[in-house]
Structure formats: structure tokens, C-alpha cells
């Protein structure tokens, strides 16, 4: 079973998202041991006595993640679909390279997809966290 499921089904977490189910749009990712993952394909065995994270466990609303902090003040969210993807996959890379270019941080979130066509906000956001940490 993958872990998405588990997340979802067994513990009742709304985050992660399933979208494509195929570890290519981002929706079901959580930091695993502090990395990235894509839940979707990920077995649940794989997680056995590790840590999982999931967007609710980086911050909370009295005192929220810069990059969920960011997210809000720069306006990002429409659907909010693809949040977790770009927030955990963002988190995890600016926690090894917190001054990261805007290439170095294109590359990092390449493969991500928002429909909505946000992607100039987010990266917004993402260089407003960068300037809070």
C-alpha cells in the first residue's frame, strides 16, 4: 500500500493530495527522514520507524512555517491542490541551501505542477521565505 494512502485512509490526514499517482505532479509529497518524497509510490513498509512529515507538521497557525507564511502574504493559494509539493519540496531544499539562486530553486522544484498557472507567485513566495529565514 503506498504511504499516501495510509496518510489519508488510515490516519485521516487531508494533506497530502493524490493527483497523479505516478510520482510526477507533486500533490502527495511529505518529507520522509527530512527528504522529499512522493507519497503516491512510496510503500508504507518504507516508512516503518522513520519519520514522516506531512504540510501540517511544519508549522501551525499560530506560528507558521516562513513558507507558509509566505504563501499567505504573497496571495499564492487558488486551488490549493499543489500546495504540499512546493512547500515540502521547497522546505526540504532550503533547509541544505538556504541562499539558493532562482535557477538553483527552479531546478530544485522542476517537475512540479500547478494548473492554476501560479508559478510567478509561488517563486515569490518562495524568495520572500528565503528573506525571512
Known amino acids: ?72 502574504a504573497e496571495g499564492v493559494p487558488q486551488c490549493g491542490y499543489c500546495i504540499n509539493g512546493w512547500i515540502m519540496t521547497a522546505a526540504a531544499f532550503l533547509r541544505k541551501k538556504p541562499k539558493a539562486n532562482d535557477a538553483e530553486l527552479r531546478e530544485a522544484l522542476s517537475g512540479l505542477k500547478c494548473r492554476c498557472g501560479t508559478h510567478v507567485s509561488i517563486m515569490r513566495a518562495i524568495k520572500r521565505a528565503q528573506g525571512a529565514a
Open 1 to 72: 500500500m503506498p504511504l499516501l494512502y495510509a496518510l489519508r485512509n488510515d490516519l485521516g490526514l487531508n494533506n497530502p493530495h493524490f493527483g497523479c499517482g505516478l510520482a510526477q505532479c507533486g500533490a502527495c509529497t511529505v518529507h520522509l527522514e527530512g527528504e522529499p518524497i512522493r507519497s503516491c509510490v512510496v510503500p508504507v513498509s518504507a516508512a516503518s520507524g522513520k519519520s514522516v512529515t506531512t504540510i501540517k507538521g511544519l508549522g501551525t497557525p499560530e506560528k507558521p512555517h516562513a513558507l507558509q507564511a509566505a504563501y499567505v
